[in-house]
């Protein structure tokens, strides 16, 4: 359940609670894609990173180790002995960047592994099942991310065949949820928003599914070729038209930057590999901008990654420079480091946002901070 606790503008602080524990939102879900964060962090180090929600990928854990397999393990909870919130997405978006052949009609999804290339069929009904098994917090509806741009024909049927996937997935978990083997009996629920840049396709179907009474709502199928300006321009028309008193997720972005404005938004959820992967090539994030650690000007820096930053790198006093050498050395422990503190940024960047919101002084940051954050040192 999401209560609405304080305003800022369009912008919202909130906390959303759920059976494995509430979090505080503008929030950050922390991707571990097969059940790890690469880089090599476990639960614990998600704890100290203070992560609230971890997200994982159903089109991934599907092909392996299997979702029937971790449900007879107890479930995700029990599998990666993180405690706390996890949402699962539906596989709709890695059936459409990863799978070599994909051939979408009205029951579902044929496409082929990404892995061994053999066919798999993914339904509204069959993703549902995989996420019950799986046992996650939160399972996100079955759409179709449509590339941008696409033709407005093409869009339209897209979208209205989303909102009947839509349809069959409430119905699916319902059931699911009320067989006795479920392990997560009171898993949620989110629908997807899709259309495109097309703003009216997209406001009309965000006021169709908001019909639905899904347990939250996600903007889907932005940051995939489209500029910022229209991006945002997309999660102004379409949040004006969100349930207020529903939490709303913006899938996939992003930056700092990008995060800082969709707030500003009225967006309450976020989640995007960068911090991880762009940590494991050594793009820091700072208080001050970006850093790329291999840079020769910190070869001899005994400086912290950010003074300002408390996360376990930078509070055991690990220099530049030393990681550096790591990096350059092509040692593992360079990679873990780096994708610590980014997630710590993160996740500090999430709580800095609840605090100025508290203190109505998020306009103030956001004038400060937006374009500082994107800024390469």
Known sequence: MYTLLKT???????????????FETPAFMNVATVAAIKGGLNADDLRNVDCQVMLSNTY?????????????????????????????????????SLARIRKIREEGIDFNSHIDGRAIFMSP??????????????????????????PRAYVEASVARTERWLERCRREMARLNSLEDTINKKQLLFGINQGGC???????????????????????????GETAEE????????????????????????TPTNIIEAVWRGVDLFDCVMPARNGRHGQLFTWDGIININNAKYERDLGVIDERCDCPVCRAGYSRAYLR?????????????????????????????????????????RNNYSERLGKRI
């Open 125 to 150: 009904e069959i993703s549902m099942q995989i996420q019950s098994n799986l046992a996650s917090t939160i399972a996100m509806a079955l759409d179709e991310c449509i590339e941008n741009p696409a």
């Open 231 to 254: 991006m945002y321009g997309i999660i102004d028309a379409v949040t004006d038209v969100m349930p207020k008193n529903k939490i709303r997720y913006l899938m996939g972005v992003g």
């Open 8 to 22: 800022e503008g369009r912008a919202r602080r909130g906390r959303f609670e759920t059976v494995h524990g509430t």
């Open 60 to 96: 991934h854990l599907h092909l392996r180790p299997g979702d029937r397999l971790i449900h007879d393990l107890g479930g995700l909870h029990k599998f990666t002995h993180w405690q706390g919130p996890i949402l699962t997405d539906s596989g709709g978006f890695q059936v459409f």
């Open 325 to 365: 050498h790591l990096f350059k050395a092509n040692e593992m422990l360079g990679l873990r480091m780096a994708v610590q503190h980014n997630l710590y940024f993160y996740n500090h960047l999430m709580t800095r946002i609840r605090t100025e919101l508290e203190q109505g002084t998020f306009e103030e940051f």
């Open 198 to 224: 097309y703003e009216d396709i997209r406001v009309a179907n965000m006021k169709h599914i908001a019909e639905l009474d899904c347990d939250g709502y996600a903007i889907g199928g932005l940051a995939v």
